[in-house]
């Protein structure tokens, strides 16, 4: 069955950065879009950035572009997501997606938390 699971959250001030992984198994990883998505504490879920199967397109939300940056490595079934000049706002629990055969699935995500 399709896992995703996401790594590399914490606690980063202000202007600082934080890398984010997610590991994919139960699928063919490089021939699939994958997707980064947050939810805030109290809000709803916001789409962050996603790249397509052979990392040749990327696309972000306006709120984050300039400052993170999507990729993916297929031999290791890993998306990332460098996330650089950090602000309050981008605190909350950051998921990797994927849509599979018409499905969405999403990790149980990892906890991003910007503050000084």
């Excluded at 916001?46 to 397509?52: L, Q």
């Excluded at 290791?76 to 602000?87: A, F, I, P, W």
């Excluded at 909350?92 to 969405?104: A, F, I, S, T």
Aim: glycine share 14%; charged share 15%.
């Amino acid at each position: 069955q399709v896992q995703l699971v996401e790594s590399g959250g914490g606690l980063a001030q202000p202007g600082g950065s934080l890398r984010l992984s997610c590991a994919a198994s139960g699928f063919t990883f490089s021939s699939h879009v994958m997707s980064w998505a947050r939810q805030a504490p109290g809000k709803g879920l916001e789409w962050v950035s996603k790249i397509w199967a052979t990392g040749s397109e990327t696309s972000y939300a306006d709120s984050v572009g300039g400052r993170f940056t999507i990729s993916r490595d297929n031999a290791k079934n890993t998306v990332y997501l460098q996330m650089n000049s950090l602000k309050p706002e981008d605190t909350g629990l950051y998921l990797c997606g994927v849509n599979r055969n018409g499905l969405d699935y999403r990790g149980k995500g990892t906890l991003v938390t910007v503050s000084s």
